[in-house]
């Protein structure tokens, strides 16, 4: 597990889209994991600047998104799909048909969660994977308790995750109780792993994650696991 301090949320964020664009330039038919949230919108924003200025190109890369919330329309402003257009698809020539977002749409979830797990593994895997981390160390939207064998799946959203993500709701009431997300074992797969962390808030699930104990009941923890983890972290917000 590689360690990077930066001194501010901006530096953590052309870093990171360096990793990207070299991704990018190495492989141009490579597959990306992408993350939502406050921490990645930096890294969308380089990315996009890079693609503007013919530094980079999407048009043979496919992306897989980590989760997305049950019961919102593609169409709501909340929704992760949303958030991705909103922030990264709609000013990069990705073709539509490369990107991949779990449904959460409840009437073929069961189908959509199998489904998922397989495009991932006829695309060939996930060469460069985004991941930020929840105050109770979630990844994804593994909440603690979730077992290291998961696949994509359907949870249930801790009342620490509902109440951390209503900065981006009207109120708490309206944060889904439950996501859909691609489980710990689909992570671990990636071929290589970025996780972003920035502010105060987060200063708990580093310090938990430096120990090195690993646990269920802190699912970052599971990344000891995997031998390409690159974390970039800032504790300015
Ligand atoms: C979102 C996701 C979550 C977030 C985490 C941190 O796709 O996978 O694990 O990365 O909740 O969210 P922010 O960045 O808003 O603090």
Redesign the pocket.
């Known amino acids: 597990m590689k360690w990077i301090k930066t001194q501010n949320y901006g530096e953590m964020s052309r870093l990171v889209a360096q990793l990207f664009i070299k991704q990018l330039k190495d492989n141009r038919n490579t597959v990306l994991g992408f993350?939502?949230?406050?921490?990645p919108i930096g890294l969308y924003e380089e990315l996009v600047k890079n693609y503007n200025e013919n530094i980079i190109s999407f048009s043979g890369a496919l992306s897989f998104n980590?989760?997305e919330y049950i019961g919102l329309a593609r169409s709501n402003e909340f929704s992760?799909y949303y958030y991705m257009y909103k922030h990264l698809f709609s000013h990069i020539d990705m073709k539509e048909s490369n990107i991949h977002i779990p449904s959460g749409d409840l009437s073929f979830i069961e189908r959509s969660s199998a489904a998922y797990k397989q495009l991932i593994e006829v695309a060939g895997g996930i060469d460069i994977l985004l991941?930020?981390?929840?105050i109770n160390g979630?990844?994804?939207?593994n909440e603690p308790g979730t077992c290291f064998n998961s696949n994509t799946h359907v949870v249930e959203l801790e009342t620490s995750t509902r109440k951390a993500n209503k900065i981006h709701f009207d109120n708490q009431e309206n944060v889904p109780t439950h996501a859909i997300t691609m489980g710990i074992a689909s992570i671990l797969k990636a071929k290589k792993i970025v996780l972003l962390v920035s502010g105060q808030s987060k200063q708990a699930a580093i310090d938990f994650l430096r120990t090195g104990e690993v646990t269920e009941q802190f699912p970052a923890s599971a990344l000891h696991l995997h031998e390409d983890v690159t974390i970039i972290y800032t504790d300015v917000k």
């Open positions: 993350a939502t949230g406050s921490t980590l989760d992760y991941l930020g981390i929840g979630h990844i994804g939207f």
